[in-house]
């Protein structure tokens, strides 16, 4: 999706402002939200590029407005209201009127630090051989993917060159769809005036493409 | 978990058309020679960046070089510490 999300080269954002101390948290709701996130995440109601896919579509002046923490909670609240594990009554009144309905895991507090630590490794067995090698030269196809994407709108329809492989992985844009088919991935360069002519300081941008998002250049 | 400031707008609008502006923003200031790359890390892969040696550490163990290198060292929006900003062993 053309979101507003997908805010690489967008200009007029104003300074990076590092904070000192960097609090993770600005107020406890966040906390809460993030915890509820992950949580919710772990029920495999839905799967991370789902989850990115919510909060990518939330409304762009909406989205631009948010805090990050926001972002995350209202992604939520639109998954759980899409696949019915919440009502907008119940969300309106913070009180349950229909039983629970099931959902495939529970993340009680004791599998939390296990579950972290195993992460989401996304490589797959894939048969068959990858496209491109390294030293490759590929251009990007011209994708508007209206669903999630992981293309980014800066480099589409450009030159570049494969500098690594890295297997099959999971196809982000294919699982958001709820299809898991996988993908060989690589690390494409860009040389930075391929991507932005003279009004750039970046000599090369890498990008990670699926093979999907690449042809012959 | 990353900085705020790593999620933030600013960040990701401008690291990738503006890398050196970014720098500057975090008071690192480079020469005009020294080539920026970026990475951006569209997939699950992670990347981090093995900080250049910082001068005055001929000889030094790989335990003593490791005091050097800082988190941001790492993400690549700061320099590893030279060893007169290295942080003062507990004795």
């Given amino acids: 999706m053309n979101g507003v999300h997908d805010m690489g080269g967008m200009q007029n954002f104003g300074p990076v402002v590092p904070e000192a101390g960097e609090p993770r948290f600005h107020a406890a709701w966040e906390r809460r939200a993030f915890a509820l996130t992950l949580a919710m995440g772990g029920a495999r109601v839905w799967n991370l590029d789902q989850s990115r896919a919510a909060r990518e579509s939330l409304p762009p002046a909406q989205y631009l407005a948010s805090s990050y923490y926001q972002i995350w909670l209202d992604g939520l ?16 009144e913070g009180r349950m009127h229909e ?36 030293g490759d030269a590929v251009r990007t196809r011209v994708l508007n993917t209206p669903t999630h994407t992981r293309l980014p709108r800066y480099c589409r ?21 709820g299809q898991g088919e996988p993908q060989w991935l690589y690390t494409v360069r860009f040389e930075g005036s391929e991507l932005w002519g003279s009004d750039t300081s970046a000599a090369a941008v890498h990008v990670d493409c699926w093979e999907p998002y690449l042809e012959a250049g | 978990m990353p900085p705020v400031w790593y999620k933030s707008a600013p960040y990701r609008s401008r690291a990738v058309i503006d890398p050196r502006g970014v720098l500057a923003d975090f008071g690192v200031t480079l020469p ?28 030094w163990t790989e335990e003593e070089l490791a005091t050097l290198v800082t988190r941001d060292s790492m993400i690549g929006t700061g320099r590893a510490l030279t060893p007169a900003q290295r942080p003062r062993a507990p004795s």
């Fill in chain 2, 32 to 59: 005009d020679d020294v080539e920026l790359r970026v990475w951006d890390s569209t997939a699950e892969i992670r990347y981090l960046v093995v900080p250049e040696r910082p001068g005055q550490t001929d000889g």
């Fill in chain 1, 77 to 92: 609240i639109k998954l759980m209201l899409e696949r019915g594990l919440i009502t907008r009554e119940e969300l309106a």
């Fill in chain 1, 99 to 134: 039983p629970p309905v099931p959902i495939p895991n529970v993340v009680t507090a004791d599998k939390v630090t296990a579950a972290l630590a195993r992460g989401s490794p996304t490589e797959r067995p894939l048969a068959g051989a990858a496209r491109f090698r390294v």
């Fill in chain 1, 157 to 177: 329809g450009k030159r570049g060159t494969v500098t690594m492989t890295h297997g099959a992985h999971v196809f982000a844009d294919a699982n958001a769809r």
